[in-house]
């Protein structure tokens, strides 16, 4: 699949998802918002919601949803009805695990509404994602070291947890992986095998998905190994399925694989640094993620407080490094490419603030907008379109 071919299908895919909301057309703007999680921490209220403005990259709040301290992560349904919340905060005083909280979005405002909540039978909860045909909802527990899944009703609540998980095992580096670490689950596209980052196994653990339950087994080849005491944190699929990315956070590397779309199989091709040459201070990755067209990757760096830069070969998947860009904040957690490929919004935990961010879609790089706003402990960012 070509890069043109790539960009058509990503506009025709936007169109049909602001379509499907009531109507795609040039006289039919979309509204934009952004949902900012947080962690629970110097004054912050909770999960933030603000209206984009795509000709000014400015933002305006609008709603602030208190109903967890900490709601640290979220994903969108891939209806646009529904947003999923996870937080670290105990599920009821009887069960001390995380909890996972299904909103409704509204169709006009972009405002929230609570659905339901369930346990994530788990601790440390650190990130959730949606099955990309709306029916599961995927936890991952980074202190417990298991995973959840849950279903996801026609109304958009969850169900208590269909299937739970747990990992075992540890690698090299005795502070951080003394013990299993999961930190994200991405799915496939057509949904079949999901791929959970363990940082303290080193490993990218594949599971293939019952359609029908939920439930998870072992895929054909179960894992893939990632070089010892690398932390393999946040992962990423091309939008053509054949390369896969994966931010690993103790090494500070991009690790590529080639995907088996047949068996959800891994194979490394390249492993290359996310820093530029002589930077020799403390760093973490954190955040990986494509542009639109599949044409550049982008990871964030903590503590180097930028967001590296690669150009993607369409033919091999493998990256070449573009540059890297401050990311006017420190401690990069979580950051955002907007659907249609002109903005990416930062958050920076430790400077309270999401950072909002031009993208040239021809060279990949970026410039700052001048628009930021002050969100306490901004640690994930999330985007929604309404049509009008």
Do not use: W
Not at 185 to 209: C, H, K, M, N
Not at 243 to 271: K, M, W
Request: aromatic fraction near 8%.
């Amino acid at each position: 699949m070509t890069i043109q071919t790539i960009k058509i299908v990503v506009i025709l895919s936007f169109c049909l998802l602001v379509g499907v909301l009531s109507g795609c057309s040039e006289e039919d703007p979309a509204k934009e918002f952004v949902y900012v999680g947080t962690f629970d921490d110097r004054g912050s209220e909770g999960l933030y919601v603000f209206e984009f403005d795509r000709e000014s990259g400015g933002m305006t709040q609008i709603q602030t949803v208190s109903d967890r301290p900490g709601p640290n992560f979220q994903a969108i349904h891939p209806g646009g009805k529904y947003l999923y919340s996870v937080s670290g905060d105990a599920f009821s005083e009887n069960i001390e695990h995380g909890t996972i909280s299904a909103y409704q979005v509204d169709s006009q405002t972009g405002m929230l509404q609570l659905i339901n909540e369930q346990s994530v039978e788990g601790r440390g909860t650190a990130h959730v994602s949606v099955d990309p045909l709306g029916e599961f909802a995927y936890v991952s527990n980074y202190s417990e070291g298991n995973l959840s899944v849950f279903t996801i009703s026609e109304n958009g609540g969850v169900s208590e947890a269909v299937d739970v998980v747990q990992h075992e095992g540890s690698s090299v580096n005795e502070r951080r992986q003394n013990a299993p670490h999961v930190h994200s689950i991405i799915p496939s596209a057509d949904g079949r095998f999901i791929y959970v980052s363990d940082l303290g196994t080193d490993q990218i653990v594949i599971y293939e998905v019952d359609r029908t339950t939920g439930e998870l087994s072992p895929a054909e080849v179960p894992y893939v190994e990632s070089t010892p005491g690398s932390g393999p944190r946040h992962f990423t699929i091309h939008p053509g399925g054949e390369f896969a990315y994966s931010a690993e956070e103790l090494s500070s590397t991009v690790a590529v694989f080639s995907v088996n779309q047949n068996n959800g199989a891994l194979e490394e091709i390249q492993r290359i640094t996310m820093l530029p040459e002589g930077y020799d201070g403390n760093n973490s990755a954190a955040d990986i993620h494509l542009s639109p067209d599949g044409g550049f990757l982008y990871a964030s760096n903590r503590g180097h407080d930028s967001l590296v830069i690669y150009r993607v070969d369409a033919e091999t998947g493998a990256l070449t490094p573009a540059g890297h860009e401050p990311t006017r904040g420190s401690h990069p957690r979580n950051f955002m490419i907007d659907q249609l490929g002109e903005y990416v919004l930062v958050a920076n935990r430790d400077d309270d603030n999401v950072v909002v961010f031009n993208r040239d879609q021809e060279t990949g790089q970026l410039t700052y907008s001048g628009e930021q706003v002050t969100v306490p402990m901004a640690v994930c960012v999330t985007q929604y379109f309404i049509s009008e």
